[in-house]
């Protein structure tokens, strides 16, 4: 049976604290990971600062960028997701093993032409678009709207947010959330997903939407909570991110488990698939 013909996986109710629980695990696999994890995440800090220093003269370019950062993330956490997975298997969550996924994950595959072998770079194609529409959209609205120039965070603060003659950002909130919704529901445990079990680009996300749907109150409560540690961190002039979106990645790792029952899918990357050689690519990889 191929990876695209088979049922839904089943998707569980969870509580509505269920997130807390999320963060709370993600908290303990961020430190147990260490630098594997912290480094990644100063990575995403890093260049979350110099998109701000570039964009900083051309503020509603740059409100859009970041905007499509948000829609990105799931596809930047999959290094997370990697070492969650390796902790739960009492492997070493080493940054090797990151390493190892991305350049092995697929190395049973007879041919790289086989149906799903680039479902995560399919997908990360697809959210990437999803992401320049709305960067472009909200340029353009905030441009074209906007009372006068908006070239600084003080600007946009009178000019969009507080603005009383206008509904700008009014519009521009609803039409984020109109894209953001969909971009959420279709991603929110179908990257981890994909990374973890043999299953077809288009089966992954159907599954995610399950969950949302099996779970809407506990889903809008980790959409909010994500949004809130992503803006957190952004307002510490991006800084806060390296520890913001380890923690989310690994968090995001625990939703997908408690979600999505994926014991009858096989194993994308086995551990028992070729013995040995794990350790040999960490040896590789590492010297």
């Known amino acids: 049976m191929s990876p695209d013909s088979a049922a839904l996986p089943p998707v569980r109710s969870v509580p509505f604290t269920s997130p807390l629980s999320w963060l709370a695990r993600g908290w303990r696999d961020l430190w147990q990971a260490g630098g594997a994890s912290l480094v990644q995440g100063a990575a995403v800090a890093v260049f979350s600062l110099l998109l701000w220093v570039l964009g900083r003269d051309k503020f509603g370019l740059l409100v859009g960028a970041l905007s499509g950062f948000l829609v990105m993330a799931p596809v930047l956490a999959t290094g997370f997701y990697v070492l969650s997975r390796s902790l739960e298997r009492g492997e070493p969550a080493r940054i090797a093993v990151v390493l190892r996924t991305w350049l092995f994950w697929q190395s049973h595959y007879r041919s ?149 029952d994926s014991s009858g899918l096989p194993e994308r990357q086995p551990r028992s698939e070729e013995p040995g050689m794990g350790h040999e690519q960490d040896k590789a990889i590492g010297s």
């Open 112 to 260: 790289r032409w086989d149906h799903d072998y680039w479902c995560l770079v399919r997908l990360g194609l697809l959210l990437a678009l999803a992401g320049t529409g709305w960067v472009l959209t909200s340029a353009a609205m905030i441009t074209l709207l906007a009372p006068a120039p908006v070239r600084t965070p003080h600007d946009f603060l009178l000019l969009v947010v507080l603005a009383k003659d206008n509904n700008l950002f009014e519009l521009w909130l609803v039409l984020g959330s109109v894209l953001a919704a969909p971009i959420f529901a279709s991603s929110v445990v179908s990257i981890a997903l994909l990374l973890d079990r043999r299953i077809g680009l288009w089966r992954a996300v159907l599954t995610s939407w399950q969950a949302v749907l099996a779970n809407p109150v506990t889903m809008a409560m980790w959409s909010f909570l994500i949004l809130a540690l992503v803006l957190v961190g952004m307002a510490t002039f991006m800084l806060g991110l390296a520890l913001v979106m380890p923690w989310l990645g690994h968090a995001s790792w625990h939703a997908y488990r408690d979600l999505v």
